[in-house]
C-alpha cells in the first residue's frame, strides 16, 4: 500500500467514527426517548475519544509527514495533505480526556436546553452551560496563539476569520444596514395576515418535500424528519439528512426551514463520495456552507420568480386561506421586514442584528466579561437596543436557539457570512447563467443547481472560503453585494 | 481504581461501540435511504473491528485472570467475570479482520436481500448469500471443539444448545404436534374473513400503541417505528426500540408484532440499567428473550381474557368491520390453526412447522451437504412435505425471512424454544400470582409483568437459560407444558 492509500484508509476509519456519532446525533435530536439521553451522552463520548485518538495517533503523524514533502502527488492530494496535516495539528492540542470531557457535557447541557426552553426555565440550563462555557474558554486557550480568544473558536467554523474582521463587517450591518431598515419602518407595513390561519401539518409536509424535489434534493440519498430546530447532517455525501419543524398556524416555518436545509442538503449531496472521509470531500466552512442554504432561501427562495412557479401548489394546497391572495400579495408578505424576537424567523434584514448580538454576547462571555448567570439580563438589553423589542420570557429570548446547548460558540457570525456571500455569487450566477430568473420562474431549478455543483460542491476543501469566492467572483468578500440586493430589492418592495 | 472497576469500565466503552452499531443498524432498518447502503456498511465494519479490538485486547484479558480468581468478589461479580472470560475467549478466536468482513457482508447481503424480496429475484440475493454462508462455515470451523459444526451457531444464540438436543426436541414436535394438527384439519374451519377488511393505517398504529401502554411498555424508555420485518433492539435498558408492520388489508400483522416485540422489550427494558455493559445487565439467551415475547404474544395476547379487556377498543376504532362479531368469534378468528406459507404470521401450532424447516435446512447448510443454489427447491420441497403446501414464489418462500442476510444461522431453533420455555413459564406464573387471568380480563397487566421482572428480567445474565428454567419453575425445560397447552386450548376451540 502506497503512503498515500494508508492515509486514505486512516481518514476513512476516522471519518466512519465522525459519522456514526453524527447518526446518534440526528437519532438523538428526532426520535430518542427522553430516558435514553444519559446512556447516549457516554455513547457520544466513547466514540468522541476513539475519534480523537486515531486522528491524533503517531501512525497518522508520521504519513502525513512523510507525505507533505512527497512531490510526485497530485495538486489535489498536495492540498488534502497540508489540510489533513493542519487538522492533525490542532487535534494534537486536545488530550483525549479533554474531547470526552467536552463530548458528554455537550450532551447533557443538550438536554438541560431542551428541558429549560420547554418549562421557560433558565436555571434548569445555566449550571450545565456554566460548565460548557469553561471548557470553552479552556479551549481556546490550549488553542493557544490568536490575536484574541473569540478567534480561536471562530477558527473552527471559518478558518482564518478573525474578531477583529468581524468588527469591521459588522461596524457595516450597523451603520448600513440599520440606517436602511429605519427607512423601511417608516413607511406602510404590508399585510401577512394569511400566513397565520391554519395550515394542516400534512398538507405542508407533503409541500416542503415537493419543494425539495424541485430544488433536486436527492431523497435516494437522504430524508426529511422533523425536530424542535431544523439541522442538516450527513453521514455521508450518498445520506444526508434534514429536518424540519412544522406550525400549524404560520406557514413560514415549514417554508423556509425545507429550503434553508435543502439548501444546505444539496451542498452535502454534490461533495464527491469517491472522496469519502478526505479533505476533498467535506465542506470548506460554515459561512460556504451557509451561503448554500442562504442562496436558495433567500436569493432564489423570496423571490417573485421563485412563487410564481410554486405558489400555485400552496393555493391548490390551502384554498380557503389563499385563494382571494395574489402572487404578488404573499411575496410582499413573505418580505416584511419588522424587528422580531426569533432569529430563525427574522427577515432576511434585520435577521443580521440578530447575529450581531450572538457576536457581542459570545465575545463577551469567552472574554470573561460576563458570566452565564448574566446571560438573560444581558440578552434583554441587546435586544432592546439593536430590535428595540422586549423580550416577553427566556424560552423566546437566550433560550431559543440550540447552539450553544451544543458548545458552539462562534458559529453564530458564520450565518450573515452566509448570506453576504451568497449574494455575492448569486450576482455572479446572474451573469453566466443564462436567463436565470426565468428559469427559476418556469420551475426550472436545474441550471442553478448544475452551476453550484460546478463552482462550488464539487470542490470538497480544495479552495479556503477566500480563496473560493474570489475563483467564483473575481474578489474577496464584499459587503456591498448584499447592501445593493437588499436596497434594490427592499426599496421596489417599499417604495422607498 | 479496583480491578473490578477497571474491568467495569472497560466493558462499558464496548458496549458504547456495540449499541452505537446498534443504533446505525437500527436507522438502516427504518429510515436509512436507499443509497446510505455502501458507506453504512463500512461505518458498521468500522465500529464491529474497534470493538472486537476492545473486546480481545490484552488489558482486558489479564484483568479477567486476575479477578477470575479474586475471592473477595461478590457472587454476582463472580458470575459476572466467568461470564466475560468466557466471551472473552470466544472473542479471542476471531481476528478483527474477519470480524470487519463478516460485518460488511451482512451489511450487503442484507441489502440484496431487501431488494431480491421485493423483485422476487433470489440471484440477486444468492451470491451475497453464498459469500455469508462461506464466512459462517468458516466461523464454525475456527470456533471450533464442537460435536456438530452447527453446534458452534447455536451456541451464539442459545449458549449451552446442541444439535442433537434440537433433534430430540423436534422429534416430539414431529410425533406430537403433527399428530395434533391432523386433528384439527379433519374438523370444521372457523371464519375469520372479518379479519381480512380495511383497517386504516393510523387507527391500527394508535390502538397498537395503547397496548403496548396497558402491557407497561415505558415509552419515556423507548418508542415504536415502521419496518418490513418488526424487530427489537436497545441501547440501554433506557432508550429501548421496537418496530411494526401494518398491513390495511390484516389486521392480524400489527397485533402479533406489536404485543410479540413489546414482550421484548418489556425484558430489556426490565434489565438493570446500573449494570449497563455487564453481563449482569445482559438478557440470557434468545431462547429466553423469545420465552417473553411468545408468552405475552400466545399465553396472554390469544387468551379469551386478553380480548375480553382489550376487544370493545378494537370495536369502536372499526365498527364497520366488527360490531357484528363477538368477542368469541374473534379469540376463534384468531387462533384458527392452518398451515400457511408465511412463518410469520402462522398459528401457534403450525408456527413450529416452519422452524423445524429451517432447522434442518441450516444444519444441512452449515454441514456442506445442500449449496446457497439449492435452496429455493430444499425449500419448497419441505413446505410440501412438513406443511402440505406449494410455494408460489420466492418473496413468500425462501426469502421471506431476514434472518440468513443478518448472518443469524442457528437463530430460528430458539423461536421455538421460546414459545416452550413461555408455556412452562405461563403455568408457573398461573399457580403464584393470584387471580392472574382475572387481572388480565380487567387489563391488569401489572401482576404479571412484576412477576416477569423478579422472575427473570432483574437476573440479567446470572443464570444460565437451564438454571433459569429450574430456578422457575423446579425442572429443566419440558415439552410437555407446551402440549398440554396446546391440547387443552385447541380441544376446547376445535371441539376434538
Redesign the interface.
Known sequence: MSNYSSYQSML??IA??Q???A??N??QET??????A???A??L???AG?GHELATSKELGKLLHLLSTDNSLSEKEKRNIKQSLKTFNENKKYTTEFVQELSKTISETFQAWHKAKADNNFAVYAPHLEKLVTLKREESKLLGDFAHPYDALLNQFEPGLKTADLEVLFTDVREQLVTFVKKIAAKPQNNDAFMYLYYDREMQWDLGLNLLKQMGF??????Q?ASSHPFTTN??P??VRITTRINEQDINEMIWSCIHEGGHALYEQGLP?EE?GMPSSEYISLGIHESQSRLWENNVGRSLQYWKANYPKLQDAFPENLKSVSVQSFYKAMNIVKPSLIRTSADELTYHFHVLIRFEIEKALIEGLIEVKDLPSYWNLKYKEYLGIEVPDDSSGVLQDIHWSHGSFGYFPTYSLGSFYAAQFWVQAKKEIEELENEIEKGNMKPLLDWLREKVHRHGKFYSAEELCIEITGEKLNFKYFMDYASIKYSKLYDL
Open positions: 476513512r476509519k466512519d467514527i459519522y456514526a456519532s447518526v446518534l440526528w437519532d426520535y430518542m426517548p427522553s430516558k435514553g444519559t446512556f447516549r457516554q455513547q463520548s466513547t466514540l476513539i436527492d431523497f435516494e440519498s437522504g430524508r424528519d453521514f455521508s450518498e445520506d463520495s469519502y
